[in-house]
């Protein structure tokens, strides 16, 4: 699958920058996303890859300027074309409309009490303005693009009465029903059987390309990034910590974390978040270092590592790494 | 559905022969109309006789199978006290009380369905902490004390409704509102909690990230979830109305419904017409949970149709 776009042709959609998400606990607050920065253009399918608990769907709602309680956003900006998306009013015309968000589990994501057919008119109704019959052929149409067969009959359906698979398409239908310009996909095949899994992503990479939609796709699975990713982006306690497109990620990994992942790309014989190349315990978030939040875990940390966390720094064209080891061009810190 | 619904009818029926059999057994086994129409320290030869004139002294068989058959062409016997058909009294008297418990229901579901969703949107702000103190006050109270209050209050000082009977609309205003503000209470309660709970499951995340905003949430998407279980408790309030709250507010209100015929039969010692109220109070209890299950089945189309 193709890289679409250079950095010279993709127009900036979304500019994420030094967003942080803080959750209170009895021992402090712990970030679930620290600092975060990250960049979407037009037409582009960035991966975002982390372990479980690394902040990633946690960033996914932020985005939308959404934090579950007791959640807050502590700092940072999230721009959508230049607007505010952390200004309420922005942020409404934006969710659903510029940005959609599909779930991982479609089960719960769809309502259960509200057929396939409520939920897409009350979408085209309330956030498209659309009325009348236009309602139903559009419903119909959006439910064939995503490749159900039988649109008519599953419009009165209930989430419980369908497969899985067919949930997910159904999410996407959702997802797509306001014509938005950027799809958050928050692990949209985990728990799904493999040849539905390929399908899902399939039918999402068709529809990018098709409907000129941006993805932002979410997962703890490099398999899914090597299929669908233009550019990946490796996430590890709530930060970036390489950045880079797939093809030289997959060749030349530069953060020890990132070549740790890779070592350890799931194999169908093994569980996908298992980290073969990487020893130690998986992150505890209540027990951060105040440096580096992998020094622990690095087989090549030093004292640096243990001061402050490195910044993401540029270190080659459209490559970033935060780590000590890997010294960056001068001056270019992440933007 | 039909099917299902016939099913539940005829289990409700049942529900009704055997509370009513029950009933039979409490008056007619461990005591009888008769002796408990005559003072205590009444003859032997009193008590056969009253026996043998309200045909107690035939065999037990035949005494229920007389009970039952009147049942079910609605003869609950005689009132000893009144000589009138029992039946006949309570019927009389059934609309008053139905009247009392619509009202009373009006004011639960129309204050607690609002209150909830007013204290979920509002989460730990005024609002909130308001509904939460309404409702543990008014839960707390007794409803007798609510009524007294309120006919202190609003009747005889305001005079802007009458303190006692049922001549009109206005009537009702304060025993429904002495009845439902309890229940009121802990339905706001439960609404409150059951939507703050649904707020956080994905199906609603899925909706406030499409753009619809947090009350078109509750009001459209959680609510209805959490619905089947609001219908449920208003089921068991309504049902503690037609035992309990009724009787209580209908005396305290001078309110000639069942629960008031019920406690004047117990003073007069006629226990053939308490039998016929309790018949009739319990028949209304099963009628309300076969309305609750109808209701259920509408609202979730997931609940179970054996
Ligand atoms: N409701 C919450 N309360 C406390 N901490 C939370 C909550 N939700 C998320 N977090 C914190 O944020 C981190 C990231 O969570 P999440 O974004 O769900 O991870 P991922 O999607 O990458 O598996 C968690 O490890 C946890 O520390
Ligand atoms: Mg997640």
């Known amino acids: 699958m193709s890289a679409t776009g250079g950095d010279g042709r993709t127009e900036r959609l979304l500019e994420v920058k030094d967003l942080t998400v803080g959750f209170p606990t009895r021992d402090g607050t712990v970030l679930g996303v620290d600092g975060l920065t990250l960049n979407v253009g037009s037409h582009e399918r960035l991966g975002v890859v982390g372990e479980s608990g690394s902040g990633k769907s946690v960033m996914g709602l932020a985005i939308l300027g959404m934090v579950l309680p007791p959640g807050r956003i502590m700092g940072g900006s999230v721009r959508w074309k230049g607007e505010n998306v952390l200004d309420e009013a922005v942020a409404n015309r934006v969710r659903g409309r510029e940005i959609a968000m599909i779930f991982q589990d479609p089960m719960v994501s769809l309502n259960p009490l509200k057929t396939v057919g409520a939920q897409l008119r009350e979408l085209l109704q309330r956030r498209v303005g659309l009325q009348g019959r236009a309602i139903k052929q559009r419903s119909l149409e959006l439910l064939d693009m995503v490749g159900i067969a039988n649109p008519g009959d599953r419009l009165k359906s209930y989430a419980f009465e369908l497969s899985g698979g067919m949930r997910q398409r159904v999410m996407i239908a959702t997802a797509l029903a306001c014509d938005p310009t950027l799809l958050i996909a928050d692990e949209p095949t985990t728990g799904l059987d493999v040849t539905i899994q390929d399908q899902i992503l399939t039918l999402l990479h068709n529809l990018s390309t098709e409907l000129g939609v941006s993805v932002l796709m979410i997962t703890h699975d490099l398999g899914v990034v090597a299929q669908f990713c233009d550019r990946v982006q490796v996430m590890y306690a709530g930060r970036i910590v390489e950045r880079a497109p797939i093809a030289q990620m997959f060749a030349d990994p530069q953060h020890p974390y990132s070549g740790g992942l890779l070592r350890s790309v799931p194999r169908v014989d093994r569980a996908a978040t298992e980290l073969a190349g990487i020893p130690g315990e998986p992150l505890d978030r209540a027990q951060f270092p105040p440096g580096c939040a992998f020094e622990p875990r690095c087989g090549e940390a030093h004292d640096t590592c243990r001061g402050a966390p490195p910044p993401l720094v540029k270190i080659a064209e459209r490559r970033w790494v935060a780590c000590y080891n890997r010294p960056g061009e001068a001056g270019e810190t992440s933007t | ?306």
Do not use: C
């Open chain 2, 1 to 306: 559905m039909l099917r299902w619904l016939a099913k539940r009818i005829i289990a409700a029926a049942l529900v009704v022969f055997v509370v009513t059999s029950l009933v039979f057994v409490v008056t007619h086994v461990f005591t009888d109309p008769a002796t408990v129409s005559l003072p205590l320290e009444a003859s032997q030869e009193d008590r056969a006789s009253r026996r043998a004139a309200l045909g107690l002294d035939r065999p037990l068989s035949v005494q229920y199978w007389d009970f039952l058959s009147g049942l079910v062409v609605g003869d609950l016997g005689e009132s000893f006290f009144q000589t009138q058909p029992a039946s006949k009294l309570v019927f009389e008297r059934l609309p008053a009380t139905l009247r009392l418990v619509a009202g009373a229901t009006a004011v639960t579901v129309l204050m607690g369905a609002p209150m909830g969703m007013l204290a979920a949107w509002w989460e730990r702000r005024f609002a909130d902490h308001a509904v939460l103190g309404f409702s543990m006050a008014s839960i707390s109270a007794p409803p007798f004390w609510i009524g007294y209050l309120l006919i202190i209050v609003i009747a005889a000082q305001l005079r802007w409704v009458p303190t006692f009977g049922s001549s009109g609309f206005k009537s009702l205003i304060l025993p429904s509102f002495a009845i439902g503000l309890a229940s009121a209470g802990r339905l706001a309660q439960m609404t409150r909690r059951g939507i703050v709970e649904e707020l956080r499951k994905p199906y609603a995340v899925t909706a406030m990230s499409r753009g619809f905003s947090r009350s078109y949430t509750i009001v459209h998407h959680t609510f209805r979830n959490v619905a089947s279980g609001f219908v449920t408790m208003t089921g068991w309030e309504v049902t503690r109305m037609f035992t309990g709250y009724t009787v209580v507010i209908e005396v305290v209100f001078s309110w000639p419904g069942v629960g008031r015929l019920a406690v004047d039969a117990i003073f007069d010692r006629d226990l053939i017409l308490v039998q016929a109220a309790v018949v009739v109070l319990a028949t209304m209890v099963v009628l309300t949970n076969l309305l609750v299950d109808i209701a259920r089945r509408l609202i979730d189309p997931r609940v179970d149709l054996a």
